[in-house]
């Protein structure tokens, strides 16, 4: 299959500062991406989705300001945690999808804030 | 609003045991589903993909099938297998991927 690359895998981060995650896709054109979200024994929550050029739909209750993903080009998306918080702390999986194909996931960012 | 259970949400048993996992959803208007496996502290790996005019689909010791008039799937894990522990994840497509709630299966030797 496809390859989606996630970077860093690991960030720890002081309070307040921002972090941003990288999400690739290697080897297509991934023209939609997804940035879901996962709490420790919990299932994958939907935060986003993101269309090259275009502004991500964010699902209810996500709040943009805090959570900005640009989709500048059709390989790379980025989440960007602004002002992060312990609460923040959690694990963050992209996957992207070109077209209506079949969507592959990065290997995942855990994220600590301290 | 897509809502997607699977059951049971744990799952512990001995090595050489056939399992049924479950996965419901409440809308069947959906493009495909999908089953992945999710070690701890790790991304996903998929294990098979159901088009929605597919019935089933077999992977080796997993064969997974799709009702999706009445909004179910199971994975079907043959002669189980210490190395099959991990959380396995269901999840629906329609516009976006909807995942399950899981289920972590333990299989001890």
């Known amino acids: 299959g496809a390859v989606v690359s ?31 979200r996962q709490f420790p024994k919990k299932s994958l929550m939907l935060m986003a989705t993101s269309n090259e050029g275009s502004k991500a739909t964010y699902e209810q209750g996500v709040e943009k300001d805090k959570f900005l993903i640009n989709h ?23 996957s992207a999808r070109m077209g209506g194909q079949e969507a592959f996931f990065g ?7 301290v | 609003k897509q809502e997607v259970t699977q059951i049971p949400a744990a799952l512990s048993v001995p090595e050489g045991e056939n399992l049924v996992l ?30 929605s005019s597919q019935r089933e689909q077999t992977s080796g010791r997993l064969n ?17 297998q210490p ?13 976006k991927l909807i995942f399950g709630t899981g289920t972590r299966l333990q299989v001890f030797p």
């Open chain 1, 6 to 36: 996630q970077h860093p895998s690991r960030v720890i981060c002081k309070s307040g500062t921002s972090v941003k995650i990288e999400c690739r896709s290697l080897d297509f054109q991934a023209t939609t991406m997804f940035w879901y």
């Open chain 1, 72 to 94: 500048a080009s059709l390989t790379l998306s980025t989440l960007t945690v602004t002002s992060a918080h312990p609460e923040d702390s959690s694990f963050y999986i992209c």
């Open chain 1, 107 to 113: 290997q995942g960012t855990r994220l600590t804030v």
């Open chain 2, 22 to 51: 479950n996965c419901s959803f409440t809308d069947s208007a959906i493009y495909n589903l999908q089953w992945f496996r999710q070690d701890p502290g790790k991304g996903l790996t998929s294990l098979l993909l159901i088009q």
């Open chain 2, 64 to 80: 997974a099938s799709l009702d999706k008039s009445s909004g179910r799937s199971t994975l079907y894990i043959a002669a189980s």
């Open chain 2, 83 to 95: 190395g099959d522990s991990a959380t396995y994840l269901c999840a629906v497509r329609a516009d």
